[in-house]
Every structure is written in C-alpha cells, then in structure tokens.
C-alpha cells in the first residue's frame, strides 16, 4: 500500500482548546483536533495519571473536494494509535470521506498497560468525538467549516476498536446517527437478545486463523444480524494485521471492500461492486454464511 503521511503535530492547548494544524498531503488534509470530554473522568494506569477529564487528541482526515461528505469514525485497537492507519484512512479521505480517527486514553501505544476493560467508556468518547465533529463543521470558520455531513456517518473498528463502536450504538443511550458499521478481527458485542434490533447494515472482516476472536464464533454472531450484511474472509492474516499500515496481501482488497460498503450505505449507491476474491487471500459472502467461507 501507498505510504501516506504522518499527521503534524500540534503544541498542547489549554483544556478548553480545540488546536487545529493541517498537513499537505496529495490529494487530501489531515487536521489534528485536541478534544477533552470535561464531563467523564479517566481511571489511571501504568503511565497515565488518573483524571478527572478524557483527553481525545483526533486525527481527522479531508477529502480534496470541499464540499460535506461523509464521516467515519475510525476505533483502534489495544496498543492501537490513529497514526497505524494512515494509510486506510488515507485510502478512505481520497474516495471521499471524512475520517476521524481518537487516541483513546487508556488503551493506546503510549501507556504502560492498556485497560481492555475501559471499551464501553471509549464507547461514549466515539459518540463525544461524533459531536465535536460535527460542532466543528457546523461552525463559520476553521478547517472542518462545512465539511461533514450529519446524516451520514459510519463507525470503524479494529479487534478491541470493534467491542468500542458496538459500545457507542449499543449501549444506552445508542447513537441514532450511525448509518453503517465495520467490524474487523473483532467481535459483534451484542446481547443475544438485542442483536435483532441492530438497525444499520454491517461489514464483517475476520481472519480465519484468529486465535484471538476465534472466526467460527464470528461467523455464528453474524449469522443472527437480521440487516443487509458482508462477510469478507481474509484468509491467514495475523490478528488486526489487516488495516493497520503492516503490509499484507489482503491490503488492496480490504481498502476496495471497505470503501464499496461505505459507498453502498453512506452514498446511497447500492450497485457499486465488491472487489473479485483473491485465491488463498480473500473471499467474500453477501448475507448469511451458509455454508462457512471456505478456510484454507
């Protein structure tokens, strides 16, 4: 894949400060936004003092056009960080979207011991930085000014990123504005008994080697969404490889498959077509799963 720049830095704000920097890039601008949530606290870990705020420092990626598009939401994983995903992100910005990518606070590349069990939190920091965004597009200046389009929002999530954006539209009080979902090397953490009213179509990608999700509980959790669905297959990779900046050959058919699903349900274009499976790479099924995507 095409290596994509690393986002600027920005000096460190006061609390209340929203600090954007805009980084030249071909065809599209990253902006680095500091958001702080002065309303949750967050519980210290090796590393990272405890709180009373949660600091959000997001990456937020710009298509050329400037004109609203729609937004992504992108959740890392454990020991993840948005500066992992240039070039998914990067991939995503050039098809036209907007992408904001959260350094969550306790679960990032930079503490000492990641808190798996602070995802529902990161949950509620999805829904913060969805309407700090669309504050900031909302508003008469500065570079997200007219950028994004409320109604058309999709959420991103890697291994424990995934847990995260089912957090963000799942748990109470749900997130009303999420219209598309993907789920990559992570797990459909619904209740059974909720897992019927998932209410907006949904892209599942897993390894089928996952020791840490295991694929054939995957694939059953699947089965149960009752909405339009995708089960791409990515056959050997290593745990959360895909989607990150690690170079595998999946990399071309995950940013093809991802970018026609948001196209399919954040465009309104329901013809546009999958990527052709690749032997031994990838395979792809639309709707249940019956029989399992073939293993190799």
């Given amino acids: 894949a095409t290596a994509r720049p690393e986002p600027a830095a920005t000096a460190s704000a006061p609390a209340s400060t929203v600090v954007a920097t805009t980084a030249a890039a071909a065809t599209m601008s990253v902006v680095q936004l500091d958001l702080l949530d ?50 998914l992100a990067g991939f995503w910005a050039d098809s036209g979207y907007v992408v904001a990518a959260p350094r969550f606070p306790l679960t990032n590349d930079r503490v000492g011991a990641v808190v798996v069990a602070d ?32 109604e058309r929002i999709g959420l991103f999530g890697l ?35 909720r897992i019927g009213a998932v209410p907006f179509p ?49 990399d071309a058919a995950y940013q093809e498959a991802t970018t026609a699903f948001w196209d399919r349900t954040l465009r309104g274009r329901p013809d546009t077509p999958f990527p052709a499976p690749v032997a031994g790479v990838t395979s792809f099924v639309v709707g249940t799963t019956e029989p399992l995507p073939e293993t190799e």
Avoid: C
């Fill in 159 to 193: 291994s424990l990123g995934s847990l995260t954006v089912w957090s963000a539209t799942m748990d109470a009080p749900g997130e009303p504005r999420v219209d598309a979902l993907v789920q990559s090397d992570g797990a459909t953490f619904v209740a059974d008994d």
């Fill in 202 to 250: 949904v892209l599942v990608a897993h390894s089928d080697v996952d020791t840490i999700f295991p694929y054939a509980e995957t694939v059953a959790r699947y089965d149960l969404l009752p909405v339009e669905k995708y089960f791409l297959t990515l056959h050997g990779a290593a745990h959360a490889s895909v989607g990150e900046n690690t170079d595998t050959p999946a």
């Fill in 119 to 150: 995802f529902p939190e990161q949950g509620r920091d999805v829904r913060f930085v969805i309407d700090e965004v669309l504050a900031a597009s909302g508003s008469g200046s500065g570079p997200l000014a007219g950028r994004v389009d409320a």
């Fill in 38 to 87: 002065v309303s949750r606290p967050t519980a210290g870990t090796k590393g990272v003092p405890a709180s009373t705020t949660r600091a959000l420092p997001t990456t937020v990626y710009l298509p050329a056009a400037n004109e609203p598009a729609p937004l992504v939401v992108l959740a890392h994983g454990a020991g993840g960080a948005p500066e992992k995903f240039t070039e």
